[in-house]
């Protein structure tokens, strides 16, 4: 992994300063600490900073090919570059690294954009074609690395972090109320959309070429799911579990391609103890290990994490958070992530992150996309069991949810329910309830100001669901293609993965979001991922080849930290409450500070009633976590240093 930056003249050939770009590089040091460099001329200017994984001494970028008329800056990884390499040497390229970004400028001399279809991996790319003056930027199929653009002053600028593009000093940060409805109805952030007016990300599977001073999106891969009824089946699925076996033993085997010392994250589900176990048996030694215990503020997966270190026979490395940990943390988290976060959870993992940067590792594996590729969740479930009571009751059952959502946010809404018909083709993944009982509940602390900005905007226009085939799908293959759309990305990816791990320059790699095994699951009858109400059904039968029954049978349990409670206890600390102040409340504008006081008194009085419990916890802790980065970012509401960007100096700085 790496930090990439850039700019475009999109108004002629200027000159970008070398001084600007370095500015950009140096705010997002902490992914590249082992070198920087740049390139630069008239009208284009590249920059990188390095995390050195493959190839450490020769993997300098910007790199370009013979002719220096390609220049590439690439952040990831393409886990088939050996064979690539191979490949273009057969096709008489010369190569002057083992690095995988040399690889880029010479799939673009063989295929152009087509390139694209043979980058396999987790990347962001720009790549520029300086004869036909055009610039590629490109985005990995599930958005596992992020690129963020924006124009400013005839500049096309884009980073890998928000903090690059301020740093420019050509963009002054400003906020973007539909980047906070997003999280108030979605739980996570866009795909696309930020937190800041102007400022957008490459969408995932897609790449923007730029000629001319014309943006135009191209999309290269969309996860697609066969009609219902045309699924893979077969009598004896004994066939597909070894193909799946097969498919995620090539996964990790790629994933452990580097020159550095590889570690794994372990819960001790069954998701990332197979990981675990997989990689130790490919690397012919086990695979250090690293988890977490919580302190009473949230379930304790310790036991089963050092019984799934001890089945792998991996050294175990255990971070114990308390709540006041989690909340000490947080304003470093939404530094990192550069926007408000739901999940607090997302804090302990930036503070695992951190030990194992500690420890002496850059890459470790994670079992994050299981859930998203074999139905998880509990309300794939929950989905399940209401089709089965549909079919017997369902204008009952439509009356009760609709009773049941008003009840979670304790009134009737103004402003209704959101219509989804068109954004979702019709479809209503299993997620929809939460959404829209949480999207209601923006009404119990949004300000008269907060919805006049909104207008009659809709989120779900920002969902970037874009196949109308998902009609045609299994009920199951169209929430999973949404939880791939929204949760992956803006959450797992973002907030839970990129973020997080590279504020302490630690790549993690997703043996489940390989190519080859997302097609594999997108294929299979959703039995095989939803066996009655058996998740992971396939996953599991895989599992038993390598681990203990209890293990690959073990019932999921979501890694999840307390919510609000972390924040609003007696322990809180002193910025929580200036945040919450009804001054500070007011000045940021997004909320009513009445109805945040009258949501915080409600908390106290529904303390086991669900759903309204959670809906008050989710929002409360949404509410905080506005506010804090609202300070952050655009200073005011309590006593901690707010964020600035130093034009010249080495580290962004904080007043």
């Not at 884009?158 to 409805?181: Q, R, Y």
């Not at 018909?421 to 209601?440: I, K, W």
Request: a neutral charge.
């Amino acid at each position: 992994m790496c930090g990439i930056v850039g700019a475009l003249d999109l108004t002629g050939v200027r000159e970008f300063s070398r001084d600007r770009l370095l500015a950009m590089t140096r705010a997002i040091a902490h992914r590249g600490p082992d070198d920087e460099h740049v390139h630069l001329e008239p009208g284009l200017a590249l920059g990188v900073r390095r995390l050195s994984i493959i190839d450490l001494p020769h993997g300098r970028q910007p790199i370009a090919n013979e002719a220096k008329d390609v220049w590439v800056a690439f952040n990831g990884e393409l886990f088939d570059y050996p064979e690539i390499r191979q490949e273009l040497l057969k096709r008489g390229h010369h190569m002057l690294t083992r690095c995988d970004t040399e690889a880029w400028v010479h799939l673009y001399e063989d295929h152009g954009e087509k390139m694209f279809d043979f980058a396999r991996g987790q990347f962001a790319v720009a790549l520029w074609d300086r004869k036909n003056h055009t610039l590629l930027l490109g985005r990995d199929r599930v958005g596992i690395c992020p690129l963020y653009y924006t124009i400013a002053e005839g500049w096309l600028l884009w980073a890998s972090e928000v903090k690059s593009l301020f740093s420019s000093g050509l963009v002054t940060p400003k906020p973007d109320t539909k980047g906070i409805d997003y999280l108030f109805n979605f739980f996570c952030a866009g795909a696309t959309r930020t937190f800041f007016e102007g400022i957008t990300l490459v969408p995932p599977g897609q790449y923007i070429r730029i000629k001319d001073s014309q943006l135009r999106f191209c999309q290269y891969w969309d996860l697609d799911f066969p009609n219902a009824g045309d699924e893979r089946r077969l009598a004896d699925p004994t066939p597909l579990i070894e193909e799946l076996d097969s498919l995620l033993d090539k996964a990790v085997q790629k994933r452990l391609r580097c020159d550095v010392p590889v570690a794994s994250y372990v819960s001790g589900g069954v998701d990332s103890s197979l990981i675990l176990g997989m990689g130790s048996r490919l690397n012919k030694e086990p695979l250090p290990a690293f988890t977490i215990s919580l302190n009473k503020v949230g379930h304790d997966e310790r036991s089963k994490s050092e019984e799934a270190a001890a089945v792998c026979g991996s050294h175990l490395t255990t971070l114990t958070l308390d709540a006041s940990q989690i909340a000490a943390a947080f304003p470093e988290l939404i530094l990192a992530a550069e926007g408000p976060i739901l999940d607090t959870s997302c804090s302990a993992l930036m503070q695992l992150a951190a030990l194992v940067n500690q420890k002496g590792y850059k890459v470790v594996l994670t079992g994050e996309g299981a859930d998203e590729a074999f139905g998880g969740y509990f309300c794939f479930k929950a989905q399940k069991m209401s089709e089965n009571v549909r079919q017997w009751f369902g204008p009952t059952l439509s009356r009760m949810t609709r009773k049941l959502t008003q009840y979670s946010v304790h009134r009737k809404p103004r402003h209704g329910l959101i219509d989804t018909r068109d954004a979702l083709y019709g479809a209503r993944p299993a997620q929809q309830f939460l959404y829209e009982t949480v999207g209601l509940a923006r009404e119990s602390v949004y300000s008269e100001s907060m919805w006049e900005s909104l207008g009659h905007h809709n989120p779900y226009d920002d969902l970037e669901i874009r196949n109308p085939r998902i009609k045609h799908w299994h009920p199951l293959n169209q929430s999973l293609y949404v939880g791939y759309k929204v949760m992956l990305p803006g959450l797992l990816m973002l907030s839970k993965g990129d973020r997080v791990a590279m504020h302490s320059s630690v790549e993690t790699r997703y043996p489940y979001l390989d190519e080859d095994v997302i097609a594999f699951c997108a294929s299979i009858d959703p039995k095989y991922k939803l066996y009655g109400l058996t998740e992971k059904w396939i996953l599991r039968k895989v599992a038993a080849k390598f681990l203990p029954k209890n293990i690959a049978n073990r019932r999921k349990i979501s890694f999840s930290t307390h919510l609000s409670s972390i924040f609003l206890d007696k322990n809180r600390p002193r910025w929580v409450d200036q945040l919450l102040s009804y001054e500070s409340i007011k000045k940021a504008g997004y909320f009513d500070p009445n109805k945040v006081a009258r949501e915080r008194m409600l908390l106290a009085n529904y303390p086991q009633i669900m759903p309204r419990q959670f809906v008050l916890d989710a929002v409360l802790t949404t509410v905080v976590s506005t506010q804090l980065w609202h300070h952050l970012f655009f200073g005011g509401l309590c006593d901690l240093p707010v964020w600035t960007p130093k034009l010249r100096n080495d580290e962004e700085g904080f007043v």
